[in-house]
């Protein structure tokens, strides 16, 4: 409830205020909403007659909170000029130097008490689902411009956190992302444990060698010991990977890890493992080639390269089917550049400080057309318009971080449902919980 008081304070959401003694005042700025420890607005300004008062403001549920917080025993206190409370359980409050400071009760409007227990209570999956056709188009937009540069801020962070395990190398932090979005969200974990334990360096080693590269891949996943095939291709695999294996100290991973159930044959563990390989061979420098791409079909031909014949015609080494080309189909290609290369194309450009590399993966994004998920349908049923991957990436980033935490107040959608005097939400609360 107290995130309430703060939206309501930061956004001057309420009628006119007086101190606690009956005295009106105005705010002329309610400061800086800080997060961390100390006061909760700095720099706020207000005036009381003829005088402006300028310093930090607290607000709390009940003003007894003052002195359970201890805020009186804390010299970080002194300088807040009004203690901002709900109930005014005490009639003052004093800082460390025992100066008075003034109080205030802040009314939180009832439409907008009304719009916060709907939309934090609700057990819609997305709250204001129903309310998003009041939502100006323009308002809209922004926020999906906003939650787009959000996604690939909150992914740039994990690649940079990447790139210092790896001690700056962007090939080797390139290669880990790209196989984890190999196995294509449900063998994702399995593919990044893979790429993990074969550093990119024994691959380069070999990198002339087909079928000792398929043979890294393929002995690192395990899935040279699972099964008895005949076939000379998988005995020559196995034979490769003895040899490799005691060269690198190399140690497989368990199998079971790739999970196989109603996966399609397509998208089978062996077939995927097999473009990697495909994609590692004689690729020496893939970042570096990725990074100096411009046109999209240029990335297309990149990451679709053709593997041993064997594939064609198998998803796993004792199977044999009919035989089939077995590149990564459009929709696929679509995922490895939303997940991998505009990740790391502006993870790229924010290291450097180069903004050539951010305005090529903003521009890719908007390129390709936007994912097909559930999430999507939902807001697209929803009468939100979903025109390109940018779009579906700032609806994912908002179904996710904002929709399923319930943070209503920091949305700039709730802000427009919650500030709307005018128009309450006028849905029944499906909780017994009250605020």
């Not at 006119?16 to 720099?43: M, Q, R, S, Y």
């Not at 802040?106 to 057990?123: G, S």
């Not at 893939?286 to 999209?296: A, H």
């Not at 579906?392 to 996710?400: F, H, N, V």
């Amino acid at each position: 409830m107290e995130r309430l008081l703060h939206y309501v304070w930061k956004y001057r959401l309420y009628p006119e205020l007086v101190t606690t003694t009956g005295i009106p005042f105005t705010v002329i700025d309610p400061g800086i909403h800080n997060t961390h420890a100390g006061p909760d607005f700095f720099n706020a300004k207000i005036k009381i007659g003829d005088k402006t008062w300028a310093g930090n403001v607290e607000i709390h549920r009940f003003a007894s909170d003052w002195y359970r917080h201890e805020h009186h025993l804390n010299h970080a206190y002194d300088s807040v000029i009004l203690h901002v409370v709900e109930h005014d359980d005490i009639s003052e409050v004093l800082t460390k130097n025992e100066r008075k400071i003034l109080q205030s009760v802040l009314v939180i409007p009832d439409e907008i008490r009304k719009n916060y227990n709907y939309l934090l209570h609700t057990e819609k999956e997305i709250p204001c689902l129903e309310r998003l056709s009041e939502i100006p188009e323009i308002h809209l937009n922004a926020w999906k411009n906003a939650l787009t540069v959000e996604r690939l801020q909150n992914k740039t962070k994990h690649i940079l956190q990447m790139l210092e395990l790896y001690h700056g190398d962007w090939e080797e932090v390139f290669y880990v992302l790209l196989c984890r979005n190999f196995g294509f969200g449900i063998n994702g974990d399995a593919f990044e444990l893979l790429a993990k334990s074969l550093p990119l360096k024994y691959i380069r080693k070999h990198q002339d060698n087909f079928l000792q590269v398929e043979a890294l891949f393929f002995g690192q996943a395990g899935l040279l010991e699972e099964e008895n095939s005949e076939s000379n291709y998988y005995q020559l695999l196995q034979e490769e990977y003895r040899f490799l294996r005691k060269k690198f100290d190399l140690r497989a991973l368990e199998n079971h890890i790739f999970k196989r159930l109603r996966i399609r044959p397509q998208n089978f563990p062996h077939v995927k493992i097999a473009q990697l390989a495909a994609l590692f061979y004689r690729n020496e420098h893939f970042f570096s080639r990725m990074l100096n791409i411009n046109e999209q079909k240029e990335y297309y031909e990149l990451f679709t390269p053709q593997v041993s014949d064997f594939w064609t015609e198998h998803y796993h080494f004792n199977s044999h089917t009919v035989k089939k080309e077995r590149k990564l189909g459009f929709s696929a290609l679509q995922i490895i550049l939303i997940n991998t290369v505009i990740p790391i194309l502006f993870a790229y450009g924010k290291r450097k400080k180069n903004n050539e590399f951010i305005e090529k993966s903003l521009y890719l994004q908007e390129t390709i057309p936007a994912e097909k998920n559930a999430i999507i349908t939902l807001f697209q049923r929803a009468g939100v318009k979903v025109d390109h991957a940018a779009d579906s990436q700032a609806l994912i980033q908002l179904k996710r971080e904002y929709c399923e935490k319930k943070e209503c107040l920091f949305c700039r959608i709730g802000h427009c449902l919650l500030s709307n005097k005018k128009n309450a939400l006028n849905l029944q609360v499906k909780s017994n919980r009250v605020i």
